[in-house]
């Protein structure tokens, strides 16, 4: 009777232990795993076939590609409109244009309006929103809601101070160039016409572009050791078309290689034809 009370709790015990040790592995694994930093870089009026990792063989983009080499390309992704605001809007809410309610970029004309810019379409663009809905939940609020610290630089073209609607009012804890504006106000060289923009005098002649990249780059180097979310939003390629003049010089060398390239693909092709008396001469 002793041993069968003693197995009794021997079982007993072994199935105590059992349950603690069940416990703490449980317990190890619900540790929730490190929040990765989100670094989101949007590039305005870019075409998909504008980078040399998409198939481009005049343009030249290193970085990108090793970007794209390095991670997923998603190939099948679509605008949710063919204009600038309403497809902001999308990225930042996950929501269609007819959900948010920006079905035309900021400043456009609705109505009869429309015809004012000379622009006789069939259809005239109904009435729209002129900035993004303070109700709706953001990309940046969702992040800050997980602890995450935000940034944003660059074009914005979804609001106004006076609309109560720049990046700060809709998550973003910094905003460097976001304004109403959907374009570069005096172009692409510093000192710059925007008004949520500092200028510094080292960096006189500065592009645009460079400028928001350096901005980024010191809020990452800043919250290096917390989470964060940077939202790197170019005006380039947006029109004026204005480059520094070492990159100008570089494209002029590669544009003039390509002209030379396509006249002797053309030559070619023309000896090629003139060999098997397909037509008997090709004007070039």
Known sequence: MKLKKASKYLVLALTLGSTVFTSCKSEKAEVEPKKPNVLFVLVDDLGYQDLSVMGSDYYETPNIDKIAKSGTIFTNGYATCTVCSPSRASLLTGQFTARHGITQYEGAQSGQGWKAKNRYTKLLPPDFKQHLDLDALTLPEAFKAGGYSTFFAGKWHLGSKEQHSLPTDHGFDVNQGGNKSGGPNGGYFSPFKNPNLTNLPEEKGMTL????????????????????????????????????????????????????????????VFYQLENIKIIPFMQV
């Open 209 to 268: 572009s460079m400028k928001l990249a350096k901005e980024t780059s010191k809020f990452i180097e800043k919250n290096k050791d917390t989470t964060f979310l940077a939202y790197l939003s170019f005006y380039a390629v947006h029109a004026p078309i204005q480059t520094s003049e070492e990159k100008w010089k570089n494209i002029e060398i590669r544009r003039r290689k390509w002209e030379l390239m396509k006249m002797d693909l053309k030559w070619n």
